[in-house]
């Protein structure tokens, strides 16, 4: 528009010069043509006689001028001719320009109208749908989806939601996540497999299955994430992995560029979203009732290190259902065995179905193998709570040094353990003579699973009675001290630092410490040898361990050490 209103100037200025021009030429021409008539009237001569010599020499120079003008009015009339050929071009790119202008503000307005799009990205393994749902099969599929969705329209408001269509992707480990689901007694296989097709029915509802690698999820999440939300289509992102501090980058990533304010942080548990992500103050939006409320390895479900299930054979609540299996969820241990659940009509388990006195009896047994969620966090409970309040494997847990036991009070490790206590009294009485070594076995492989757990391989005696006697750990060698030649720990360090080995023993030692998980890096920790450390800072299997499994590992590295 700038370039049109300096052409309009020049042009102005270039008429006014025509103007001049004609203006002086018809005064002269006016003069000329008066010069002219004289002569023809009295002839040259008479009219050179009766003028004077400066009269003479004004009519030749006005005659001059004349001709001078008309040569310049000729130039000008072209230079004219040509200025309007070029004023007509810039008219025509002008317009052609204007035209394209309000097409392209059209086609944005379009887009702005169609920016209605709404994004959410929900890590499966961490935000696992209520077992209300899951239990119900297809049907309680298509239910959640229907929920999501309207939850989703309902958060944005009346005047965001007019045409909004929402976009929901689920990222997960699809046979881990079966597999814990089935562990942990929420519902079977199948009823999860028929969930997720009910959930997909939806047409913009989709399950994505990354495999079993640790940081699958979460890498494609984080991918879509940076793209929906610089989208001008989208006009809102949920993210449900508001448990995962990981996605901290990629917001901050977002709120530099400007786009962190379409991202609404989903929150799946009845608990503060990571810390990393609270600095963010990005806006956050829970769905009470859609998602389990609590971790696996938090709420009151029977636990992956946990004694299995009663079997349903003779457990049945109602002719059924099992005890540890979903009608409306599972029977509630609080209402059944304290005649009081806090949760109400908000509990995931039922209340509808009273167990007659052998249920109750296996119920009983089940709380009893379950971790108090009280002493779990270190407060006090009372002598008489239907939960447990020490490891059924107590010092002897494998699984404690990893930080993998659900028992996480300080106290809950101390003693034998009710599981390890049976097994050594079973081994040691040797009943009926036919036990005794398969009991043997068994202490020995809980035995070497706790030395190895804690960086150290075990050693063990074994009497004539077959008894297995646990090695004191001053009695076995340190691997750091004779494999690398030094122990951060010196003189202080529980394990021996005196002792002459074989080669054979130093064979021995060397192929176990290569086998067995580096205690610092367990408790992820920098470990003070780097790369010359005797220990292993990775599990050999890598992503792909059979035993690392929707994000529960059972495995003796830590999830960590699984990349």
């Not at 241990?333 to 509990?347: A, Q, T, V």
């Not at 052998?358 to 969620?373: N, R, V």
């Not at 750091?480 to 720990?489: A, K, M, N, T, V």
Request: proline share 5%; hydrophobic share 35%; aromatic share 6%.
């Amino acid at each position: 528009m700038a370039g049109g209103n300096d052409s309009n100037g020049q042009g102005d200025e270039f008429y006014g010069m025509v103007d001049q021009i004609r203006s002086l030429y018809t005064a002269q021409k006016q003069r000329a043509d008066e010069m002219g008539d004289l002569i023809r009237q009295n002839g040259a001569h008479s009219v050179h006689a009766k003028l004077s010599k400066s009269q003479v020499a004004g009519a030749e120079s006005a005659l001059k001028n004349t001709k001078d003008l008309e040569d310049e009015l000729t130039r000008k009339t072209q230079e004219l001719r040509v200025w309007q050929e070029a004023y007509e071009v810039k008219c025509q790119a002008l317009a052609k320009a204007e035209a394209q202008l309000s097409t392209t503000k059209q086609q944005l307005q379009d887009i702005q109208n169609v920016a209605s799009l709404v994004m959410c990205l929900i890590d499966g393994d961490g935000a696992i749908f209520a077992p209300e749902y899951l239990v119900d099969g297809q049907q309680g599929g298509r239910r959640a989806a229907q929920t999501f969705s309207s939850l989703v329209l309902d958060s944005l408001g009346v005047e965001m939601r007019q045409g909004v269509r929402v976009f929901v992707n689920v990222y997960c480990n699809k046979t881990g996540l079966r597999a814990a689901l089935v562990r942990s007694g929420l519902c079977s296989g199948a009823q999860v497999d028929a969930f997720w097709d009910g959930f997909q029915a939806t047409g913009l509802f989709c399950v994505i299955d990354v495999g079993a690698g640790k940081e699958a999820a979460d890498a494609k999440i984080r991918d879509a994430l940076d793209l929906f939300a610089r989208m001008p289509q989208v006009l809102r992102v949920f993210l449900g992995g508001a448990h995962d501090g990981g996605y901290h980058s990629p917001l901050s990533s977002l709120q530099l560029g400007g786009y962190a304010s379409k991202v609404t942080l989903l929150r799946a548990y009845d608990e503060p979203i990571a810390k990393d992500l609270q600095k963010l103050e990005l806006d956050e939006v829970r769905f009470p009732g859609l998602f389990l409320e609590r971790r696996l390895d938090a709420s009151n479900h029977l636990l992956e290190n946990a004694a299995p299930p009663p079997p349903s054979s003779g457990t049945k609540l109602d002719g059924h259902a099992p005890v540890t299996t979903h009608g409306q969820g599972r029977a509630c241990f609080k209402f059944y065995l304290r005649d009081n659940c806090e949760r109400g009509n908000k509990c995931s388990f039922h209340h509808d179905r009273p167990p007659n006195a052998k249920e109750l009896i296996s119920l009983s047994k089940a709380a009893k193998e379950t971790p108090c969620p009280t002493v779990n966090r270190d407060g006090p409970c009372a002598s008489d709570c239907i939960f447990s309040h020490n490891c059924l494997y107590g010092e002897n847990c494998s699984l404690f040094d990893t930080g993998r036991c659900k028992w996480t009070g300080k106290h809950m490790h101390e003693g034998p353990g009710k599981k390890a206590a049976k097994v050594q009294m079973e081994a040691s009485t040797n009943i009926d003579g036919r036990n005794s070594d398969r009991m043997s076995d068994i202490v020995s492989q809980v035995d070497d699973t706790s030395s190895v757990a804690s960086g150290i391989p075990a050693m063990k005696n074994t009497t004539r009675s077959g008894k297995v006697v646990k090695t004191p750990l001053s009695a076995r060698p340190c691997n750091f001290q004779y494999l690398i030649g030094r122990c951060e720990h010196g003189d202080s360090c529980a394990f021996s630092h005196s002792q002459t080995l074989t080669p054979h023993k130093l064979h021995s030692l060397r192929i176990g410490a290569s086998s067995a998980p580096c205690p610092y890096i367990t408790k992820s920790k920098p470990c003070p040898y780097g790369d010359s450390c005797c220990m292993a800072h990775r599990c050999p299997n890598g992503p792909n361990c059979a035993n690392l499994l929707g994000g529960v590992s059972s495995c003796k590295f830590g999830r960590r050490m699984h990349t």
